[in-house]
C-alpha cells in the first residue's frame, strides 16, 4: 500500500490541468455513474477512466485501487443479489428467488462503483496536494484555513498508515498474529493499538499546527500564493466534456 | 541579542516547573549549542526562545525572554516567527508540501515577501543548504540529511536574525551532522545570523560553538566558551554530558598535575599536547 494517495510526479496531460478541473471532472464523472443503472453507459465510463489512468502511466496504482473497490462492492453486490427477487426466476430462496434482474442489479453496482472511484483516485496521484490547496483558494475563493485542513487530513493519511504498519509489524515480532483467525479476531487485536495510534497522531497533528503557525500560517491570504492556476483552453474542454459525460447520464434515466 | 531573565516555567500538565530560573545571554551572531540529558528541558528552552512557550503550551511562566529587545511575552508568535526562525525535532511534521521547491515557497508565501525577491530568495537558501539539485524532488523519497537541509533551507529562506534549531542531526550519521554544521555555520557566519541549537554530539558542539550551554534538570548548569566547559569533564559526566574522550584524557593528565596546557578539545591538539607531555 506505500504511496497511497500520494502525488507521483509526471508530465502527463492530467498532471498538467488545473486541479480545479480535474476535482470537478472528478465530481461529474462520479455523479453520471450514479444517476444511471444503463450497464452500456457505466462500462464506457469504466473503459474512460482506465484510458485516463493509461494516459498518465497510473494503470498500476488504478488496478490496485481497483481491487479494493472491488472486494467491498462485492459484498453490496451479494447483498442486492440476495435481496432484490426481480426478473425471471433463476434460483429458489427460502425467502424469494435470484433473479435474472436480480443478476444485473449486482453487476451494475460493481461497475457503477469501480467506474466512479477512478478518476477521484486519480485526481489525487497527479496533483500536488499544495497545488489542489492552492488552487480552490485562488480560482473558487475557498477560505485558506479549510483548504490546508482538508490538506493537511490527506497528507496524514499515508502518515497514519505508516504508523499503523510500524506498530502491528513491532506487536508482530512480540508474537502476536495478526494474520491468524478470523475477522472479528482480527479487529479485537486491533483495538487496543488503535489507542497508541491516536496518541501519536493527536501529538503530531498539534506540533504541525504549531509549526505552520511559526511560519506565517496565520497571514495567509488569497494573494500569498505565488503560483498562479490560470484556467486554459484545455481545462474548459475538459469540464465541458463532464458536463457533456453528466448530461448524457441524466438523459438516459430519463428515458 | 537574546536576554533570558530569571526564567520559570512549568507546563500546565506537569507538576514541577520544567525551567527553573534561567538567566542566560546570547550575543548578535553567536553559535550557541545547548546540552543536556533527555527531559532536562532542552525542548522547552528552543520554545522559550521562539514563542511556542507561552503562546501555544500554556502554563505558568515568570522571568522575561527577550529578542532584540522584544518581549516573548507582548510580541504575537507571527511577528516573533519573523525573526526566530525554528526547525523542530520532528521534521516530518514540519513539512506542508510533497515537492521542496513548494515547501521553500510557504514561509515566503505567509509573510507576503514580494514575488519578484522570491525566486532569488529560494535559490539562495538552496546553495547554502547545498541542495539547489533537489529542488524537484519529492520530500518522501529524501535521504534524513537531504530532508534536514530542506527543513533548514525553507527557515533560512525567511531570513531570520536568530535561528533556533532542536536537535538536528538526530537522525543523521557522522559526517552528515558535521556536515549540516558545517554548512549552517558558514551561513550564519555571512549573514550575521544568531544560531542556538540543541545537539547531544558534543565534539560538534566543540567544534562549531562560541557558547555551550549545560542544563541540567531544568537549570544551567555550566554556560561559557566551549574549553571553558569542558574542563569540568568529571562534572559533566555526572549528569550525563560524555565529552570527548581526548578532552577527558587530558583533563585527567591535568588533575595528576603531568599536563598545565589549555583544555583539548578535538584530536590533534590533544596530540600536540601529549607531545609535549612526552618530550
Ligand atoms: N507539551 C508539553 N506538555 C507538558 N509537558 C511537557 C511538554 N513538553 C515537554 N514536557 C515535559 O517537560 C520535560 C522536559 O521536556 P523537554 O523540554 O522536551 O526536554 P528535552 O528536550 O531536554 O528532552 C519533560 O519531563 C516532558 O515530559
Ligand atoms: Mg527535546
Known amino acids: 500500500m506505500d504511496g497511497f494517495l500520494e502525488y507521483v510526479p509526471g508530465n502527463s496531460f492530467l498532471h498538467r490541468l488545473n486541479p480545479v478541473t480535474k476535482i470537478a471532472f472528478a465530481i461529474m464523472f462520479a455523479i453520471a455513474c450514479f444517476c444511471t443503472g444503463n450497464l452500456v453507459f457505466l462500462c464506457l465510463m469504466l473503459a474512460l477512466g482506465l484510458a485516463l489512468a493509461a494516459s498518465c502511466s497510473m494503470m498500476r496504482q488504478t488496478l490496485g485501487l481497483m481491487r479494493a473497490v472491488l472486494a467491498f462492492s462485492l459484498v453490496l453486490a451479494v447483498l442486492l443479489l440476495l435481496t432484490t427477487p426481480k426478473g425471471d426466476l433463476l434460483v429458489e430462496l427460502p425467502w424469494g428467488y435470484i433473479g435474472s434482474d436480480s443478476i444485473l442489479a449486482a453487476v451494475v453496482t460493481v461497475i457503477r462503483l469501480e467506474a466512479a472511484a477512478i478518476p477521484l483516485f486519480l485526481t ?91 511560519r506565517g500560517f496565520n497571514l495567509r491570504t488569497r494573494e500569498s500564493g505565488y503560483k498562479r492556476y490560470p484556467m486554459t483552453g484545455a481545462d474548459w474542454a475538459v469540464i465541458a466534456l463532464g458536463v457533456v459525460v453528466l448530461a448524457a447520464a441524466i438523459a438516459l434515466s430519463l428515458l | 541579542m537574546i536576554e533570558i531573565e530569571d526564567l520559570t516555567f512549568q507546563y500546565r500538565e506537569s507538576d514541577a516547573p520544567v525551567i527553573e530560573d534561567m538567566s542566560l545571554s546570547i550575543p548578535s551572531g553567536a553559535f550557541a549549542g545547548i546540552i543536556g540529558a ?156 544568531t544560531v542556538v541549537v540543541v545537539e547531544q554530539k558534543i565534539a560538534l558542539l566543540s567544534e562549531f560553538t ?57 584530536v590533534p591538539s590533544a596530540c600536540r599536547a601529549l607531545c609535549e607531555v612526552a618530550a
Open chain 2, 38 to 193: 533527555a527531559g532536562s528541558g532542552k525542548s522547552t528552552l528552543t520554545y522559550a526562545l521562539n514563542g511556542i512557550v507561552p503562546h501555544c503550551y500554556p502554563g505558568d511562566f515568570y522571568g522575561s525572554v527577550r529578542i532584540d529587545g522584544n518581549d516573548t511575552c507582548d510580541t504575537t508568535l507571527t511577528d516573533l516567527s519573523q525573526m526566530v526562525g525554528s526547525v523542530c525535532q520532528d521534521i516530518d511534521s514540519q513539512f506542508v508540501s510533497a515537492v521542496v521547491e513548494d515547501e521553500m515557497l510557504y514561509g515566503l508565501e505567509n509573510y507576503g515577501v514580494p514575488h519578484d525577491q522570491i525566486e532569488g530568495r529560494v535559490q539562495e537558501a538552496l546553495e547554502a543548504m547545498g541542495i539547489a539539485d533537489l529542488r524537484q524532488r519529492l520530500i518522501a523519497s529524501l535521504s534524513g540529511g537531504q530532508k534536514q537541509k530542506v527543513a533548514i533551507a525553507s527557515i533560512l529562506a525567511m531570513r531570520p536574525s536568530v535561528l533556533v534549531l532542536d536537535e538536528p542531526t538526530a537522525e543523521l550519521d557522522p559526517a552528515s551532522s558535521r556536515n549540516v554544521f558545517a554548512l549552517l555555520s558558514h551561513y550564519a557566519e555571512a549573514h550575521g545570523t
Open chain 1, 124 to 214: 489525487f496521484y497527479v496533483t500536488k496536494m499544495t497545488d489542489l490547496s492552492n488552487s480552490f483558494v485562488k480560482v473558487l475563493h475557498v477560505p485558506y484555513r479549510y483548504a490546508f485542513t482538508f490538506a493537511s487530513t490527506v497528507h496524514f493519511i499515508p502518515v497514519f498508515m505508516n504508523d499503523m504498519r510500524g506498530i502491528m509489524e513491532a506487536q508482530t515480532a512480540r508474537g502476536v498474529e495478526f494474520d491468524q483467525g478470523g475477522m472479528v479476531r482480527k479487529i479485537r487485536l486491533m483495538v487496543p493499538l488503535c489507542v497508541p495510534l491516536l496518541i501519536s497522531s493527536v501529538r503530531k497533528t498539534n506540533s504541525s499546527a504549531i509549526a505552520a503557525e511559526v
Open chain 2, 210 to 266: 562560541d557558547l555551550l550551554v549545560v542544563v541540567e534538570a531544568g537549570r544551567i548548569r555550566f554556560a561559557g566558551a566551549p574549553e571553558e566547559v569542558l574542563a569540568h569533564s568529571e562534572e559533566l559526566l555526572e549528569i550525563g554530558v560524555n565529552c570527548p574522550r581526548c578532552t577527558t584524557l587530558m583533563n585527567r593528565l591535568a588533575a595528576g598535575g603531568l599536563y598545565a596546557g589549555p583544555v583539548c578539545t578535538d
